[in-house]
C-alpha cells in the first residue's frame, strides 16, 4: 500500500516541507557569473516549457498536498509575458498563502503594480554591487534599471522586499559596507550569500570563495553586529543580525559553511521544464511534465509530488565532489 502524506507535508528526516520555487523561465536579460556559464546555449525551446496552465495546474495540487508558499524564479521570472496572469490565478487557488518573487529588477519598475495587484506579496531582487562598472562586471546588466524596480517595489506595497547579494572574493566585497548603508537607508534587509557551485565547477575557487564569516568580519570594520536570533523573515535559511549605529538588518546564508546548514529545508524546486528537483544541491530529479500532459487526473501529479518529497536527501551534496550538470539559470533559482 503506497504511504500517505500528512496534510502538512513532511519529509523522511521530519522536516515540514510547505515552499515550492517555480522556475517559469530558464531565459534571463543578464549573465550572472555565478548563474550562468559562458557561452551557455541550453535555451529549453517553448514546447519544453510548462505553460501557464500547466504552472498553475501544479500549484493546485501542491497547495492541496500542503503546500502553502510559493516563490516565481528563473532564469529571470519577469521576461516570461504572462506572469502578472500566472500570479493571479495562482493567488486564487485555495491553500495558497503567499506568493514572492526572485527577480534580478531590471524589469519590475513596470510590473511591480501590476503584480502586487495580481496578489504577489514579496519580492527579492538581487543587487551584487553599488558601484556600476563592477555590478556590470557580475551581471552585465544595468544597475540604474535595478535600483528603479527596487523603488518601485518599495511603492507598490509588498509585504517584504529584500536585496541579494552574492559574495565573491575579488570581485564584489568593497560593495558589502555600501550595500548595507544602502540597505539599512531604504529599511530593506540585505541577505549575503555564499557562492555555490551551480554554474560549472570552476565557479567556486579557493580564490574566488568569500565565506559568511569573512563578510561579517568586513562589516564589523564599520558597524558592531547584533545576533537576531529570533528574527525570520520569509522562509529562507538567513541567520540576521542587526547593525548597531546603522539600524540595517543583515542576513547570512552560509550553505558551504554553516554546520546543520540543511536542518530545516522546508522547499523543493519546479523546473521551467517541468522536473520537480527536491535538493538544490542533489542531482535527483521527479519528471513532472510527462505526467502534467498525459495523466487526466491530479492523481498521478500528486504521487510524483509525493514520491519527490520522500526522496529528499539529508543534505545538500555541495562540500563532496559535486559537478553541476546544469547551470543555476536552467535548475531555478
Known amino acids: 500500500m503506497r ?16 515552499y515550492l520555487r517555480i522556475s517559469i ?63 493571479r490565478a495562482m493567488a486564487a487557488i485555495p491553500g495558497v498563502e503567499c506568493i514572492g518573487l526572485s527577480t534580478n529588477g531590471t524589469r519590475l519598475g513596470p510590473l511591480a503594480a501590476a503584480l502586487h495587484d495580481a496578489g504577489l506579496r514579496t519580492a527579492n531582487v538581487s543587487l551584487d554591487a553599488l558601484d556600476p562598472v563592477i555590478y556590470r562586471r557580475v551581471t552585465g546588466g544595468d544597475l540604474a534599471q535595478v535600483l528603479a524596480g527596487i523603488r518601485s517595489a518599495v511603492a507598490a506595497g509588498f509585504e517584504r522586499v529584500k536585496l541579494n547579494c552574492v559574495l565573491m572574493r575579488g570581485v564584489n ?19 549575503l550569500i555564499e ?14 570563495f568569500l565565506s559568511v564569516a569573512d563578510a ?24 540576521y543580525y542587526q547593525l548597531r549605529h546603522t539600524g540595517g538588518l543583515v542576513g547570512f546564508i552560509g550553505a558551504m559553511t554553516t554546520q546543520h546548514f540543511c536542518e530545516t529545508c522546508n522547499k523543493m524546486r519546479l523546473t521551467a521544464d517541468g ?42 551534496q555541495f562540500n563532496g565532489q559535486y559537478r553541476p550538470c546544469r547551470p543555476m539559470t536552467a535548475i531555478g533559482g
Open 216 to 239: 561579517m568580519a568586513l562589516l564589523a570594520q564599520h558597524d558592531e553586529l547584533i545576533p537576531q536570533p529570533d528574527r525570520r523573515l520569509g522562509w529562507g535559511p538567513a541567520k
Open 173 to 191: 566585497e568593497s560593495q558589502l559596507w555600501p550595500l548595507a548603508q544602502f540597505a539599512a537607508e531604504h529599511g530593506l534587509p540585505l541577505r
Open 3 to 18: 504511504r500517505r502524506l500528512p496534510a502538512d507535508v513532511m519529509d523522511p528526516f521530519g522536516r515540514i516541507v510547505d
Open 195 to 208: 557562492l555555490m557551485p551551480l554554474t560549472s565547477t570552476e565557479v567556486l575557487t579557493e580564490q574566488n
Open 275 to 316: 522536473k520537480i528537483r527536491p535538493c538544490l544541491g542533489d542531482h535527483g530529479e521527479f519528471d513532472l511534465r510527462e505526467t502534467l500532459r498525459h495523466a487526466p487526473t491530479d492523481a498521478a501529479l500528486r504521487e510524483v509530488l509525493e514520491a519527490a518529497l520522500l526522496a529528499k536527501p539529508k543534505e545538500h
Open 25 to 87: 523561465t530558464d531565459r534571463c536579460n543578464e549573465r550572472c557569473l555565478y548563474c550562468m556559464p559562458e557561452g551557455y546555449k541550453g535555451w529549453e525551446s517553448k514546447p519544453d516549457h510548462l505553460s501557464a496552465e500547466e504552472i498553475v495546474r501544479v500549484v493546485r495540487v501542491a497547495a492541496g498536498l500542503g503546500f502553502r508558499k510559493f516563490r516565481l524564479t528563473g532564469g529571470e521570472p519577469l521576461v516570461r509575458r504572462d506572469v502578472v496572469d500566472i500570479t
